[in-house]
């Protein structure tokens, strides 16, 4: 069992795009304080130089309050920064690929989509969690194929967390999270909230006790 199976329940952020990179710097922590689980570096408007300065301002916060950052879609990123993993899609590059460059220990995100096939395959081929979205119609994945609720209550990998993307935030993340995702994320429900800790704060409130029992990540085995 990998590690990231020790990371509690909950709120798996994502940055967004279009926001100066500080903006995005000060947004984090917030998030951070907030309580977050899970941190994802995506904001693809940043030029790379832009992501990696940005990546490694965010390193050290995240290490503090026990919270792994993972990178999206740049492999090559996310072992420059010592990131503690990497989220890959369809077109990234192979699991295997990244496992073998980042090490045994770093988390390996796989998106799945809507094929649960997919996601059985990437756990075969060592993904650390699958991802599969868009759960509800989404503005940062407009042609994504629907998923439906169903896949979380099949998925039995207990070695292979599930994540749910796609629409999601603090009114409707119930009953994926009582379906079986262990993490919810989130990237307009967060950035575009007056109030992030709030919805943090309900999501986790959405928790029950064994699922929500607070703890940090271990972020190096």
């Known amino acids: 069992m ?11 952020a994502i940055t967004p795009d279009g926001l100066p990179a500080e903006a995005i710097r000060q947004g984090v922590l917030r998030l ?19 992501r990696a300065g940005l990546a490694r301002a965010l390193l050290p916060a995240c290490r503090a309050h026990g919270v792994p950052l993972i990178v999206n879609d740049d492999l090559d990123l996310a072992e420059r920064v010592g990131a503690d993993g990497v989220h890959l ?23 799945c989509y809507a094929d649960f096939d997919r996601a059985l395959a990437a ?13 509800y119609p989404s503005p940062s994945k407009p042609a994504a194929p629907p998923a439906p609720v169903e896949l979380f209550r099949r998925w039995t990998r207990a070695d292979v967390p599930a994540v749910a993307i796609g629409g999601l935030d603090a009114d ?29 704060q309900r999501v986790h409130e959405r928790l029950v006790p ?11 085995p």
């Open 89 to 111: 899609g369809r077109n990234d590059g192979s699991l295997a690929r990244a496992r073998a460059r980042l090490g045994p220990g770093a988390v390996v995100g796989a998106s």
């Open 2 to 12: 990998h590690w990231i199976d020790r990371v509690p329940p909950g709120v798996y």
């Open 123 to 135: 756990a075969d081929e060592g993904a650390s969690y699958v991802a599969f979205g868009a759960v």
């Open 32 to 50: 951070l304080e907030a309580g977050i689980r899970l941190l994802q570096l995506r904001s693809k408007h940043l030029d790379t130089a832009a």
């Open 210 to 220: 064994s699922q929500g029992e607070p703890q940090h990540a271990s972020l190096q």
């Open 172 to 200: 409707n993340a119930g009953p994926v999270l009582a379906a079986g995702a262990r993490w919810v994320a989130m990237i307009g429900a967060l950035w575009q909230a007056p109030d992030p800790r709030a919805v943090v």
